[in-house]
């Protein structure tokens, strides 16, 4: 019998700037009408967990919404930013890890259905240092070395926007030490898939031997401008049934299709955090 996952992502809940939070409540009422039988959320669930435990609280309970059990994964706002990337804001600390560990139920997980592993790894461990960052490593090392089933990856950053060839700005993908060590360990088992998070933008670019699903975020539209990604916002929905896999984005049209800039006032360099403060008026769970 298949079984069907929703990816969500980029949702930036805060119980101090709640622009985002009645477009949850709608993405949260198209999933459970699709009734899967998990969910999984690849970060960024938070506007600024990396300062504020609140925003993450608020985030978790949010996620009350949703009938289906969810696995999490953190994203920048959430943990901080990875070193190479550090002049955006605060960076990984190991007290950010835990307090993350503390309100969510893992980090990095896996999840075993008929032929399939899906693993979900911690991208803002990324040249920290931190000694999670080698632990993460060896495991992943030694779940793909030994896997006798087909592989898929999600996480939060992702590893480039066009190619494996070309040199991206770090904001937006990996560092290239890390993808290139990525790209090495995967070769022991090819991963079907990677599904990522955090540019606002479905596409789905295939880089053989694998497929690469980013998926669109439920807050705010992207503004990157390259050809064939879609900024809509939505979510993704998987289908697994024996070795297949289908991923399909999903855009209700209910969703309202927020400009960052906009929200910011018309100041694109102001943190959002920084925005004047405007609280959600909360739906009754």
Not at 61 to 80: E, K, R, S, T, V
Not at 116 to 139: A, D, K, R, V
Request: hydrophobic share 40%; charged share 25%.
């Amino acid at each position: 019998m298949p079984t069907k996952f929703i990816q969500l992502t980029d949702n930036h809940l805060s119980g101090v700037h709640g622009f985002f939070y009645e477009n949850f409540c709608k993405a949260a009422q198209a999933i459970n009408a699709r009734q899967p039988d998990l969910v999984i959320n690849t970060g960024d669930v938070s506007v600024a967990g990396v300062d504020r435990r609140e925003d993450l609280e608020f985030a978790r309970a949010c996620h009350d919404l949703i009938d289906a059990p969810i696995h999490f994964l953190p994203g920048n706002h959430d943990m901080g930013e990875i070193p190479d990337d550090s002049k955006k804001g605060p960076p990984v600390t190991k007290e950010r890890l835990d307090r993350f560990k503390e309100l969510f139920p893992a980090d990095r997980w896996t999840i075993e259905i008929e032929n399939w592993l899906l693993i979900g790894l911690n991208s803002q461990l990324i040249n920290t240092n931190l000694e999670e960052e080698g632990e993460q490593l060896e495991w992943l090392t030694e779940l793909l070395a030994t896997a006798e089933k087909q592989v898929g990856i999600f996480i939060h950053r992702p590893l480039w926007l066009v190619n494996p060839r070309t040199r991206e700005p770090i904001e937006f993908s990996d560092p290239p030490s890390w993808r290139d060590q990525l790209i090495m360990l995967m070769k022991a088992h090819p991963p079907r898939f990677m599904a990522t998070g955090h540019l606002h933008s479905y596409r789905t670019l295939e880089v053989e031997p694998m497929l690469y699903h980013f998926c669109p975020s439920t807050a705010y539209r992207s503004n990157l401008q390259i050809d064939g990604w879609d900024a809509r916002l939505g979510f993704m929905e998987y289908v697994f049934d024996g070795d297949d896999y289908v991923a399909s984005p999903v855009f209700p049209t209910e969703l309202e299709q927020h400009d960052l800039v906009q929200v910011k006032g018309g100041n694109r360099k102001m943190k959002l955090k920084h925005v004047p403060a405007s609280p959600p008026v909360l739906t009754a769970t």
